[in-house]
């Protein structure tokens, strides 16, 4: 789990700017909440911490105040968006980043997209929620906010609406009705701006128009929005997306602006793939299993000198023996890619105990195979099984020799007072994990 970074500041100019470092990793994501933000009081509301829990599963998280809010300095007035880049540049600097996928939402999507295009060489990346090139309809942008609408919630905000949760119906409407997060909502408008600067920062948001900058944002985006939201019509963020060198949209159910509330999950799955190519899924999805990966040892030799017709024969043969003692021994089969099966298991015993006896039953006709049995956390889905723990099982099983069932010091130690027997193998590193594996062959008990 994830514990708040120590507040520190990053000087830009002459305001200081409050940032938090938090987690660790091979890649940076500076993260701006949107509109205001309290890094402190980020911690204190269980949906916060758990976005950026999954937020942290991807890399070191670079969260900070924007001038003017939260632990920042406020200096009078609420400068231009591009004004706020050296800002962003200074915390990057600050926390020893040189280059960082950079997250935001709102004005903050649009201090992303303003940072991408003048330094470049500083963004890997961009995911941003609710982001518009233009806040209002402009020509040859047809789609906006009415500036009316704009000037009558700042108006409300300096008129009292502020700090009262009176704005929360309609920034988060799945979580109005409840009187934790409504306690929460409160303190954190107050502690987050004061209602001038709330209402400024709100009028520089329904100003912003970034188009002339678009052309130079060349780093990948992701764009999400919510399709109940009001604020940004998904038209507008489709037009943003298509006047991108490189952007995509993912539209999801909801009505909550925030990223932290509503269907958290699900927006974070679509981020983990874009910026990773996985989906960790929610904690609901997760498990300890037993993975089990068999490979027929030879097949490209044994397939060309027995015959397409003999080889196909002698595979089906293979698969109906292999699904036998799946069944046997409680495995589930999860995929089976020409050769090979990968199957889970709710022990390390039975996953071990069935790869013998898949070893031995398949020699008996003449077939060889290799695997690899590893347990740890996945995710599991309707129809497939995710994690690292999936690679390490895969690279467990092509390490092994013919007819040997391998398995990772892990099951090993779980197996510790059984009966089975765990040759050592030594230590190696697995291709694409990370560390050294110690690895060691398992039999069946002495006679």
């Known amino acids: 789990m994830l514990t708040p970074g120590e507040t520190r500041f990053a000087r830009s100019g002459q305001v200081d700017i409050a940032y938090q470092v938090v987690g660790e990793g091979e890649r940076d994501l500076l993260v701006g909440i949107g509109w205001v933000s309290h890094l402190e009081l980020l911690w204190e509301l269980p949906e916060t911490v758990r976005f950026l829990e999954r937020l942290g599963r991807l890399g070191r998280l670079i969260l900070f105040d924007a001038r003017g809010t939260g632990l920042s300095d406020r200096p009078p007035g609420s400068p231009a968006v591009e004004k706020l880049v050296p800002d962003a540049l200074a915390v990057l600097d600050a926390a020893g980043s040189e280059r960082a996928v950079v997250v935001g939402w709102l004005d903050k999507a649009a ?3 303003a940072l991408a295009a003048h330094h470049p060489e500083r963004v890997e990346a961009l995911v941003l929620g609710e982001a518009s090139a233009s ?3 402009r020509p040859g942008h047809p789609w906006g906010m009415d500036p009316a609408d704009g000037e009558r919630l700042a108006a409300a905000v300096e008129s009292g609406a502020w700090g009262t949760g009176t704005l929360l119906p309609w920034i988060a409407p799945g979580v109005a009705g409840d009187p934790r997060v409504t306690a929460w909502w409160r303190r954190w408008e ?4 004061t209602p001038n600067t709330a209402a400024g920062l709100l009028r520089t948001l329904v100003d912003v128009d970034l188009r002339h900058l678009l052309p130079a944002v060349r780093a990948p985006a992701l ?3 919510r399709s109940g939201t009001g604020l940004v019509p998904a038209a507008s963020v489709r037009w943003l997306a298509d006047a991108l060198p490189d952007a995509r949209v993912v539209e999801l159910d909801g009505a909550d602006l925030p990223a932290f509330f509503g269907d958290t999950d699900t927006l974070m799955d679509e981020v983990e793939e874009f910026l ?9 999805d997760r498990r300890v299993l037993t993975m089990l990966v068999t490979d027929v040892v030879g097949s490209t030799e044994q397939a060309a000198r027995l015959g397409d017709r003999r080889w196909d024969e002698l595979l089906a043969w293979h698969h109906r023996r292999v699904r036998a003692l799946l069944a046997r021994h409680g495995g589930q089969e999860v995929d089976t890619a020409g050769d090979g099966f990968l199957a889970v298991f709710n022990l390390p015993s039975r996953a071990v105990t069935c790869a013998l006896a898949i070893r031995d039953d398949l020699a008996a006709g003449d077939v060889t195979i290799r695997a690899g049995v590893h347990a740890g956390e996945v995710v599991r889905g309707p129809a497939e ?3 690292l723990a999936v690679h390490v099982a895969a690279r467990v099983a092509s390490s092994a020799e013919p007819g040997e069932v391998r398995a990772t010091a892990t099951v090993r130690d779980l197996l510790l007072g059984t009966d089975l027997r765990f040759t050592a193998r030594g230590t190696a590193e697995l291709k694409g994990v990370p560390g050294r594996w110690g690895l060691y062959a398992a039999d069946a008990p002495a006679p």
């Open 223 to 225: 764009l999400v929005h």
């Open 111 to 113: 201090l992303a997209m």
């Open 190 to 193: 107050r502690m987050s701006a």
């Open 276 to 284: 990773g190519g996985t989906r960790t899924g929610s904690d609901a």
């Open 385 to 387: 099984v995710r994690g």
């Open 135 to 137: 806040m209002l309809a």
